[in-house]
């Protein structure tokens, strides 16, 4: 019977221990997958149709905030907090980056960044009336900054508009490199 009680507890203790064992490992996991979400990655909501057909609203994104520099073509989150018409993220394009000439031909919709044209055949979207500029192209993007604009051209606030104008490089919250939500269009970028 004393053997019996031993080897009970002896087979409670290990259950526990296996237990913590396993706790201590979840923590562990959780710790990690949160300082990584934190710091390297962040996930961010596509608000709007600016980027059909590239994005939708309410697509989720996870983007890449650490050493990301932008480049032209990359799709990126804004945040600017002294954009006051739009003071939620915005996700957009990137068409150039400082020192880069953006010239647009709003009558044929060509854009030509540095004095060549740019194929945006496989996403640009124009429907409806054409949304102009409050600018005179072509146009250099001062230092420090990027010009965006949205796929879905005639319904994206962009550097087209004196509101948003060309976005400083810190704005820039990071490169979109997935859409994981809906499940159905899950894709890499």
Excluded at 58 to 85: A, K, M
Excluded at 108 to 135: C, F, H, I, M, N
Excluded at 156 to 180: H, N
Aim: one cysteine or more; glycine letters at 6%; a negative charge.
């Amino acid at each position: 019977m004393q053997e019996e009680k031993k080897d009970a507890l002896a087979l409670t203790r290990k259950c526990v221990g296996d237990i913590f064992d396993i706790l201590e490992s979840f923590t562990l996991f959780a710790a990690v997958f949160i300082a990584v979400c934190c710091f390297l990655f962040r996930p961010a909501i596509v608000s709007g149709g600016s980027m059909e057909d590239t994005l939708h609203d309410r697509d989720y994104l996870i983007i890449r905030e650490i050493g990301y520099t932008p480049t032209p073509g990359d799709i990126v989150v804004v945040q600017n907090v002294s954009l006051t018409y739009y003071p939620e993220l915005l996700v957009k394009r990137v068409i150039a980056v400082e020192g880069q000439t953006v010239d647009i031909d709003f009558d044929t919709w060509t854009l030509k960044v540095d004095g060549e044209v740019v194929d945006e055949s496989a996403y640009r979207k124009l429907d409806g009336k054409t949304r102009l500029s409050d600018w005179t192209y072509p146009i250099t993007v001062p230092e420090g900054c990027v010009f965006i604009m949205g796929d879905n051209r005639n319904h994206s606030a962009d550097s087209r508009l004196a509101e948003v104008g060309m976005i400083p490089v810190q704005c820039v919250a990071g490169k979109a490199i997935i859409r994981f939500l809906p499940f159905g269009r899950i894709r890499l970028f």
